[in-house]
Nanobody
Framework: QVQLVESGGGLVLAGGSLRLSCAASGRTFSNYAMGWFRQAPGKEREFVAGITWRGERSYYADSVSGRFTISRDNAKNTIYLQMNSLKPEDTAVYYC?????????????????WGQGTQVTVSS
């Protein structure tokens, strides 16, 4: 089992920044690629960003590329999502997830563990 706990969400004005964190406990964190997903009201959960198990490569949805940065610190069992230039359409519950793979997938069905989510609200 891997337990994931997100933090760092909140209310921010458009153009502002937030940094999300996801702390992991349980099985060996470095065996998992990690991903961030988000779900807005009435919409399906979607891939936002992913990072390989060693942290050497990251992947982004087109909608956030150039604005968001995913990173991980395996010594701290934590991943981060730095979100800059936030837009109202970024408003959603953000989830981190663990994928027992070297490379992150973009589909929710490939992930083995999920956090409880943290709300991000961007006002215009």
């Amino acid at each position: 089992q891997v337990q994931l706990v997100e933090s760092g969400g909140g209310l921010v004005l458009a153009g502002g920044s937030l940094r999300l964190s996801c702390a992991a406990s349980g099985r060996t964190f470095s065996n998992y690629a990690m991903g961030w997903f988000r779900q807005a009201p009435g919409k399906e959960r979607e891939f936002v960003a992913g990072i390989t198990w060693r942290g050497e490569r990251s992947y982004y949805a087109d909608s956030v590329s150039g604005r968001f940065t995913i990173s991980r610190d395996n010594a701290k069992n934590t991943i981060y999502l730095q979100m800059n230039s936030l837009k109202p359409e970024d408003t959603a519950v953000y989830y981190c997830a663990a994928d027992y793979s070297s490379r992150p997938h973009t589909s929710t069905k490939d992930y083995d563990y999920w956090g409880q989510g943290t709300q991000v609200t961007v006002s215009s």
